[in-house]
């Protein structure tokens, strides 16, 4: 399960996301924007989306993951990373180097893009990298306990 939210700055790039991942078979639940309003909140939608990967994360559905959209992807990755269990990484263009490693060394759960600052095509392989990556685990694995306070 593939959780979605966005602000009305990332939400464009959401509704080309998720159209990518359903067509290639992902389970994807929408949590909003559900259309463009200059005036809204991220974290009327993140926050609700991020606490569902949290919770479903916690029971054991370890291939549930959240993509959240905005104008740097900052804000949606301060708020997502409030809630217990949440790794969110920040993506906005460049290496995609830091999406692997956000994955493979970090365990990321959740990726934050900033939508004013890539393509579609950028954004669309980011993602197709993050969720291909596999968290590697051993040292890494201790890092993350520590995070999370386990």
């Known amino acids: 399960m593939i959780y979605l939210a966005s602000d ?3 939400f464009e790039l959401k509704e080309e996301l998720k159209n990518v991942l359903v067509q290639r078979g992902f389970e994807v639940k929408d949590m909003g924007a559900w259309s463009y309003d200059p005036e809204d909140d ?3 939608f993140i926050l609700p989306a991020v606490k569902a990967v949290a919770l479903r994360q916690a029971q054991g559905e370890h291939t549930t993951f959240g993509i959240v959209c905005g104008g740097s992807g ?3 990755a301060m708020a997502a990373n409030r809630v217990s269990g949440i790794r969110a990484a920040v993506y906005y263009g460049g290496s995609l180097e830091i999406v692997r490693l956000s994955r493979a060394h970090n365990n990321a ?4 893009l900033g939508a004013r600052f890539m393509s579609a095509q950028e954004a669309r392989e980011a ?3 993050w969720l291909n990556t596999e ?3 051993g040292r890494h694995e201790r890092r993350i306990t520590k995070i999370d306070g386990s």
């Open 135 to 137: 968290f590697e685990g």
């Open 42 to 44: 991220y974290p009327d």
């Open 74 to 76: 900052q804000g949606e």
């Open 109 to 112: 759960n959740v990726l934050a």
């Open 8 to 10: 009305h700055a990332g």
């Open 127 to 129: 993602v197709e990298l």
